[in-house]
């Protein structure tokens, strides 16, 4: 024993050889103790102190040359050598601040030229209230004997990074460091609880999955940040020491997967592609396979990979911002700047490290705790966007939906004094010419096209617009065939009905357009593939004959090839167009095709159909006739019908 005590003396009077002792005077503190300090990296087998003090081990410790000890993911132990010499003649009260909240093992050693004493010691079991200072990061009183050099030897082991900062404080430079600490930490924390309140008052205003979504990420921010900084092992769990040291794995984790919910739920509003949205889904399901593989992977290999997938994350999470902001626009520029914020806080530190600069933890953890809050401002702000984008959206769809319902009653109206007047029509076709009797047969088609396509008219979108206009333009064609049946109440005038030239020059596109319009609802009623091949050809013919033509072709059509397919077009032959109307139906024999041009006569497929009146093809024939127009129907059984009509082009 007194060898060994001999030892020990001879080795603390001795000053090192490279004179790299931290010196302390009366009232003096050093926070950045790694000048003064030597580490050695144990390789293979566990060092015990007895053999650091061997003189051949203790010649392998190299000094730290960076401002604080850190040597990345290590296996084995860590050890630390610190010299501190009292240059007074007096006793010096001091703390040995290490800068970190908890290792899987830490023990410290205070060498001195009597005894050597093992004066803090710590492992993954350790409870918080075993800590010899009740602070969250750890810490031990210590004596410094007059005039002499005492040797602190630190061993720690690490499931994460291996970062220790050393500090030699006096008991007030610890206590008013404590304090600085304590206020900054909680200023971050408060400004997060606020976030977190007002996503609370948001929800309560406007509930959904939005500020449900953004409230969870502020929180699950706030509590792996309350972990990392130690004060939930002081304060949530202290009880629970193995909790405590892998919980910041579970714990970054589930601050991934609200990330990843929030982009969901975010960038879902604004339509985010299906691939992207897949994407997220994935980061969510890996976080939690990669928390379920500490049941059969070790730990700190987990959290070293968990390093690279969070880094992984956030570069998935500005994409995704990337990818729907160029698709939406301005209004998701927040969310994207506030995950490139936490992108560049991430590369500067990176790059900072590998090109050789010096930043403490301490820096490192404010510089990302900055990064945090502006990410959650920017996410706080997106999500208000994205609700007034909302209300505004809402408010749009609103106004339209009332546009809508105010047209809609306009034409309710306009067709309640468009059946007032076919009634009145057809009532005096009973005692008119043969032609009044067809106008008021060609009528029944259009009103009835009418009334289920103003049914449908409802929601007040950009298609309802647009077949809205398609319904004026029909209401148009039936209003004038009304106005001409009036016109002609007489036998005298009806014989000049036809020679009217309402519309010349005409465009093919109006009458295509007025067609769709009269005829969708049927022929979605009738399981009917209907098609209308726009044109923008012009031509010279009188557009009251030409849509009565083709509307009883299509009625024709639709009568008797129901589920099948009907193609309406125009195509330009010479110096004319040719309308034709195309059906995939059952087809008309060659000998029926001069009997069904009669009145009152049908074909063998139009006896099987409900509701012919034989007049169609007849009406065709005399309206054809009366405009000088060409007209021809073409057919065979089982290969469908083609029945044309051709008008002067005008070029």
């Not at 926070?31 to 003090?53: H, K, N, S, T």
């Not at 976080?287 to 956030?314: N, P, Y």
């Not at 209004?331 to 590998?354: C, D, E, K, P, Q």
Request: hydrophobic share 45%; glycine share 8%; aromatic share 8%.
């Amino acid at each position: 024993m007194l060898s060994a005590m001999t030892f020990f003396a001879a080795s603390a009077g001795a000053e090192p050889v490279d004179e790299r002792v931290l010196t302390l005077a009366e009232g003096e503190s050093r926070d950045e103790a790694a000048p003064f300090i030597d580490y050695l990296l144990e390789d293979g087998d566990r060092l015990g102190i007895q053999e650091v003090l061997d003189s051949n081990i203790t010649a392998r410790f190299a000094p730290v040359e960076r401002v604080e000890a850190g040597f990345g993911y290590q296996d084995g132990g860590v050890w630390l050598r610190l010299p501190v010499r009292n240059s007074t003649g007096k006793p010096l009260e001091r703390v040995l601040h290490l800068g970190t909240n908890f290792m899987t093992e830490l023990e410290v050693w205070q060498e001195g030229a009597a005894e050597l004493e093992l004066i803090l010691s710590q492992d993954e079991r350790s409870p918080f209230d075993s800590r010899p200072i009740p602070y969250h990061q750890l810490a031990v009183s210590t004596e410094l004997p007059p005039r002499e050099t005492t040797t602190f030897w630190i061993r720690y082991t690490s499931q994460g990074a291996t970062v220790m900062p050393v500090a030699v404080e006096t008991p007030a430079q610890f206590t008013q460091s404590i304090s600085a600490k304590l206020t900054k930490d909680f200023a971050f924390y408060g400004i997060m609880a606020m976030f977190i309140i007002a996503s609370i008052g948001a929800i309560i205003v406007s509930p959904g999955r939005l500020f449900v979504s953004y409230g969870l990420y502020v929180l699950t921010v706030l509590l792996y940040l309350f972990q990392r900084d130690g004060y939930a092992f002081q304060y949530l769990w202290p009880d629970a020491p193995l909790w405590n040291g892998f919980s910041s794995l579970p714990l970054g984790a589930l601050l991934a997967v609200s990330a990843a919910f929030f982009a969901i739920t975010y960038l879902g509003v604004h339509g985010l592609s299906r691939r992207m949205r897949t994407v997220l889904i994935a980061v969510m399901v890996f976080q939690g396979a990669l928390v379920a593989a500490a049941l059969f992977v070790d730990v700190s290999r987990l959290k070293q990979f968990a390093v690279t997938s969070t880094t992984i994350c956030i570069l998935i999470f500005l994409a995704s911002g990337i990818l729907a902001w160029r698709r939406e626009g301005p209004r998701l520029l927040f969310f994207v700047v506030g995950w490139f914020g936490i992108v560049i806080a991430s590369v500067t530190m990176l790059a900072y490290h590998n090109l050789g600069g010096e930043l403490t933890r301490a820096a490192n953890l404010d510089t990302m705790r900055m990064a945090i809050v502006f990410d959650a401002l920017m996410m706080g702000l997106a999500a208000i966007a994205g609700l007034l984008q909302a209300q505004r959206e809402r408010a749009g769809l609103l106004r339209q939906r009332e546009t809508a319902l105010r047209e809609q009653m306009k034409l309710h109206d306009r067709l309640a004094s468009l059946e007032r007047r076919y009634e009145l029509a057809a009532s005096l076709a009973q005692s008119s010419s043969r032609r009044i009797a067809d106008t008021a047969h060609d009528l029944r088609q259009p009103l009835y096209a009418l009334r289920a396509a103003i049914k449908h008219v409802t929601s007040g979108t950009a298609d309802q617009q647009k077949e809205i206009a398609e319904i004026e333009e029909s209401f148009r064609y039936i209003e004038t065939l009304v106005a001409s049946a009036l016109e002609t109440a007489t036998v005298d005038a009806a014989e000049n009905v036809l020679d009217k030239d309402l519309a010349t020059p005409n465009e093919a596109g109006k009458i295509l357009s007025a067609l769709r319009s009269m005829f969708r609802a049927e022929s979605v009623a009738a399981e009917i593939d209907f098609r209308v091949v726009d044109s923008s050809a012009a031509f010279a013919a009188d557009a009251v004959a030409t849509l009565r033509i083709l509307s009883n072709f299509i009625a024709n059509c639709i009568a008797y090839a129901p589920g099948k397919r009907i193609v309406v077009g125009v195509r330009r032959d010479k110096d004319k167009l040719r309308f034709e109307v195309h059906d995939t139906g059952p087809g008309i024999a060659e000998y029926e095709l001069e009997q069904i041009m009669g009145r009152c006569v049908q074909g063998e497929a139009g006896k099987q159909s409900a509701g012919g009146t034989g007049l169609g093809l007849a009406i065709v024939s005399e309206i054809a006739m009366s405009a000088s127009l060409e007209w021809n129907i073409r057919s065979a059984l089982g290969r469908g019908t083609v029945a044309s009509l051709s008008v002067l082009s005008i070029s």
